[in-house]
């Protein structure tokens, strides 16, 4: 027992060189770099209403992101987001349209929606555990979409309340509500995985599943509430981009799963499971988020931003992984 | 009884087996349903259809066998499709042959580039041919200024290759099949090829035992690239046209049908048999959709339908398998 103190005690010892070196300070350097360069581009972007301008420009789809922190770090992935999105605002859309549901009840049926679009993936994965979770999202990714498809056709569904509007555009003084929430949910979601039993179990099925398992963690409920809760946030992102655009098609949401995942990759959460903070997620959804506005204000084409931001997933990627990252790793291995 | 039982235990004996049966009571029903589907035109249609797939599947094959996938090959496709068709525009004296042969050079390139990047730079495949899939779609948007090219731009020796046959058969299920055979061979009788199922079983084990993983990497990825080339000169000289956005979402189709077939995404497992099979279950459910009156709305939404049944159908043919495989050893 006091070994295993000793052990634990000199493996904490607090080295600057090992503080600096981490990988949140490296993407708030590059935030920086991005918020500069904004600035050169607009003298008009450094002030409050500048920034929630800019802020609300991408927020929407950084709901996405949150959960997809925990897919990842449980060693899971979900391509099916997007279609997700698509398949409850669709729903939504067309049971206040058609059949006339009051708006609010309609809120509820896309969040219930989009958590049954998340728990059948979880609940195919957890049933049948060989299969793998990127060729299960990658069908209900298909279904999903399908079925909006199939209940839009090529017609858009609009005319909702004015009040609905308002959620995305409502704002208290001049803070969106949207940026509330998300603080609210991003500082709930940071808790939840960094200290709570929960978050630790995580972390432990990321790193080792059986192992997990052996020590008693139910790793399949987790799996499947992971699942489940990503559907929901998908259908949170639902209702902000539909009050956001007034109107929904079934093509709506198209490439975010890709987005959310990038996101969370560049913020240094591993995709081989168990590795990565959630500040750092929360940092690079604002990195590519400032970046896509910054681009977008000098009229940055959006064929040259998808190379900016592919070029920015595999550098991001690849660099801890070059000689000189591993360099720096071992003068760090060697000093203590 | 003990009969119907013994029959069910022969069809599950191997995956293609079960898979063949599948496809017949498919095709059966469709039969049923319109007497077009079994004539010789439409089979021609649907074969003709899916040689684009079938094509890209094999490429994607040996990547899922080293264990790897490739989210970029829809990018690829249109890049090269674009580059041949833009040489054919600018300059229309260049034989067919030099631009397809350009094209298959672009996509080369594109692939070992992913190579580079996965094999030596550390990036896990799928993030990393995520990303060149956003830059290769943007590099497709910029080397061709946003336009098309039109079916009056590209030349007729080139649009020709798609509609002429050889022995009564169109020329592109002759590549299709000729890409079969040569993979086939590739991947059971030569040493990369027993290379690259090595790797994927147990890449600890082939690294010890002297094979380069990294050089088979970036030649499986690097292959893949070429045959993404190939694809997209076929595209153009199918579709007459180049577009920005060809090839949008194929990578799932494709490895939809060799998850059918068979091939599994852990590596080392998978027979160009079973992605045979797959590419003729989605070419068929393309193709016998629009057939039986189903509305076009509802074709992705019953095509996942049907990529969800037949992987959970594959993992309980697994399962029994294994068991029946224990059962004999028990004996």
Redo the contacts between chains.
């Keep these: 027992m006091a070994q295993t103190k000793r052990i634990i005690a000199a493996e904490k010892v607090f080295s600057w060189k090992k503080f600096f070196l981490q990988w949140e300070w490296f993407l708030i350097l590059v935030f920086i770099l991005v918020n500069v360069m904004n600035m050169i581009i607009s003298r008009y972007y450094l002030s409050a209403s500048g920034l929630l301008t800019a802020t609300s420009s991408f927020l929407e789809k950084a709901f996405i992101a949150l959960p997809m922190v925990f897919v990842l770090i449980i060693g899971d992935?979900d391509i099916s987001v997007g279609s997700t999105v698509a398949l409850s605002s669709v729903i939504m859309a067309e049971s206040y349209n058609k059949l006339g549901i009051p708006m609010g009840v309609c809120i509820v049926i896309c969040l219930l929606v989009g958590t049954l679009c998340g728990f059948i993936n979880g609940f195919?994965l957890t049933k049948?555990t060989?299969?793998?979770p990127?060729?299960?999202t990658?069908?209900?990714?298909?279904?999903?979409?399908?079925?909006a498809?199939?209940i839009l056709?090529?017609q858009a569904s609009k005319n909702f309340p004015d009040w609905f509007s308002n959620i995305f555009w409502g704002k208290i003084g001049s803070v969106p509500y949207m940026l509330i929430v998300f603080i609210v949910f991003a500082a709930v979601f940071g808790i939840v995985l960094h200290k709570t039993t929960f978050g630790r179990r995580m972390y432990a099925i990321g790193s080792n599943r059986t192992a997990s398992k052996y020590a008693g963690i139910e790793v399949q409920k987790i799996r499947l509430l992971v699942y489940t809760l990503t559907g929901l946030f998908a259908a949170v992102t639902a209702i902000f981009l539909t009050s956001r655009m007034g109107s929904t098609r079934p093509n709506i949401g198209e490439g975010y799963e890709?987005e959310a995942?990038?996101m969370v990759?560049l913020g240094g959460v591993s995709?081989?499971g168990g590795k990565g903070r959630f500040v750092g997620a929360v940092i690079a959804i604002f990195i590519i988020g400032f970046l896509r506005y910054g681009l977008g204000l000098i009229n940055t084409?959006s064929?040259?931003?998808?190379?900016i931001?592919?070029?920015l997933?595999?550098v991001a990627?690849?660099f801890p992984?070059?000689k000189l990252g591993s360099l720096i790793r071992r003068k760090t291995k060697s000093h203590k | 009884m003990e009969k119907i039982k013994s029959i069910a235990k022969s069809l599950t004996k191997s995956r293609e087996i079960s898979l063949v049966f599948v496809l017949i009571i498919l095709c059966a029903a469709i039969q049923l349903k319109n007497n077009q589907f079994l004539s010789f035109a439409n089979i021609n249609d649907l074969l003709v259809n899916a040689t684009i797939m079938c094509v890209l599947a094999v490429g994607m094959m040996s990547v899922l066998l080293i264990g790897g996938i490739d989210i970029s090959i829809g990018s690829t496709l249109a890049l090269t499709g674009m580059v041949a068709a833009l040489i054919m525009r600018d300059f229309p004296q260049t034989p067919a042959i030099v631009s397809a042969l350009i094209s298959i050079g672009v996509g080369i390139i594109c692939g070992l580039v992913n190579g580079l990047v996965i094999a030596k730079g550390g990036v896990i495949p799928i993030i990393a041919t995520m990303g060149f899939m956003n830059i290769f779609r943007g590099a497709t948007y910029i080397v061709s200024k946003s336009q098309w090219v039109h079916k009056e731009q590209i030349t007729p020796a080139f649009q020709d290759f798609t509609l002429n046959s050889t022995f009564g058969i169109n020329n592109m299920i002759v590549v299709a099949a000729v890409c079969f055979a040569v993979f086939a061979y590739f991947l059971k009788f030569t040493r990369t090829g027993r290379k690259i199922y090595a790797v994927g079983s147990n890449a600890e084990a082939a690294q010890v035992s002297g094979i380069n993983i990294s050089r088979i990497k970036i030649i499986v990825y690097s292959i893949m690239g070429g045959l993404s080339g190939l694809a997209g000169a076929l595209w153009v000289s199918k579709y007459a046209s180049a577009q920005g956005d060809s090839g949008k979402g194929i990578e799932m189709d494709i490895i939809a049908a060799c998850v059918i077939g068979g091939v599994s995404l852990n590596g080392g497992k998978g027979t160009m048999l079973g992605v045979v099979l797959g590419c003729l279950t989605l070419g068929i459910l393309n193709n016998a959709l629009p057939l039986i009156n189903v509305s076009s709305f509802w074709q992705d939404a019953i095509k996942g339908l049907i990529i969800i049944t037949a992987i959970i159908l594959n993992v309980l043919t697994q399962r029994t398998l294994d068991k029946n495989n224990l059962k004999r050893r028990e004996l």
């Design positions: 992935i195919i049948f060989e299969l793998f990127m060729i299960v990658l069908g209900t990714m298909i279904l999903y979409r399908g079925i498809v199939m056709e090529d890709l995942i990038s990759v995709t081989a084409k064929e040259a931003m998808l190379i931001i592919g070029s997933l595999i990627v690849m992984n070059l």
